[in-house]
């Protein structure tokens, strides 16, 4: 891709130097959005707030998307200890973040609010759950902000065979693609969809992912008309959305392929709808959900 290292995006909350160390739950594989609360849960949470005349659905982000407390006010940005290769992937993700998000302004108007990107090392905990190697990059809805941890680029490369800058953004687009859906309404839609059908759920976290890779297309989209993609670029973001399919990262696991366990949708259908996006420039041609 050609870019101009700049500075960095007053969009990045860097948390590289409080983050680490703590127990706490892993995630589920990469790009899981934000932890789910299944309809048993929800009603365990319903029985609590009846018992002690609280509202404990609020308590875990259920109620509205209100942003969540600070857990122990780990701000401030403590001293980082890094490399100039990290702090070069620094200003890439703030050329990303900052690129996607103006393309989006141009399309939804002034009054959509940008997403911010955390950057943490090891573990952060978020209002969805804890950051963490085995969550992967997330956004999450609760928070309004996207998770990355710079250390997952070489897991991207090594484990998933996906290298190249632009698969780097594809994979952080998808992300923030997930706020722009938060930001349209549909995430929420489709969350409630899923609480009153829990057998649709899976299928429809699938559309709502492949939704996120056509978006991401369009944006790339926008990155091949102002002639910042090389040769190449194309040809690795395809392959990084190929290389996040569930059928990939299920073999990869060591599990047998269920398509009905997919949340994400195989390699080929994130192939295609990123395709569709790109291809395009189009979001109407992104309405996985027909
Ligand atoms: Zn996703």
Redesign the pocket.
């Known amino acids: 891709m050609r870019w101009t290292p700049g500075g960095e995006s007053s969009n990045i909350e860097d948390e590289r130097g409080n983050s680490g160390g703590g127990g706490g739950g892993g995630g589920g594989g990469f ?1 899981l ?1 934000a932890p789910h609360l299944g309809i048993g849960g929800i009603v365990i949470l319903l029985i609590l707030s009846v018992i002690f005349k609280r509202d404990f659905l609020s308590l875990v982000g259920q109620g509205g998307g209100s942003p969540a407390p600070a857990y122990g006010a780990q701000t401030g940005g403590g001293p980082v200890q890094a490399g100039p290769a990290e702090q070069k992937e620094v200003q890439f993700v703030s050329f990303v973040l900052d690129d996607v998000q103006s393309t989006w302004r141009q399309t939804l108007g002034p009054q959509y609010r940008d997403t911010k990107l955390v950057l943490f090392r090891d573990q952060y905990p978020s209002a969805c759950g804890t950051a963490d190697q085995a969550s992967g990059p997330f ?1 999450c809805p609760g928070d309004h902000k996207v998770y990355l941890d710079l250390g997952f680029y070489e897991e991207l490369k090594q484990r998933f065979g996906a290298p190249g800058e632009f698969a780097q953004a594809y994979v952080l687009a ?2 923030i693609e ?1 706020h722009v859906q938060s930001w349209m309404g549909i995430e929420q839609k489709v969350r409630r969809m899923q609480e009153s059908s829990p057998s649709e759920a899976n299928a429809l976290s699938a559309r709502l ?1 492949l939704q ?1 890779d056509c978006f991401a297309g369009v944006w790339g989209h926008s990155t091949q008309q102002r002639k910042i993609l090389e040769d190449g670029d194309v040809q690795a973001g395809l392959n990084a959305a190929a290389a996040v399919g569930d059928d990939r990262l299920q073999k990869a696991s060591g599990h047998l392929v269920n398509q009905k366990s997919f949340t ?1 949708g195989s390699s080929a259908q994130r192939v295609e709808w990123f395709q569709k996006g790109f291809t395009t420039g189009d979001v109407n041609a992104c309405n996985t959900f027909q």
Do not use: D, F, L, R
């Open positions: 790009q959005g956004y998808h992300e997930h992912e996120a994400h």
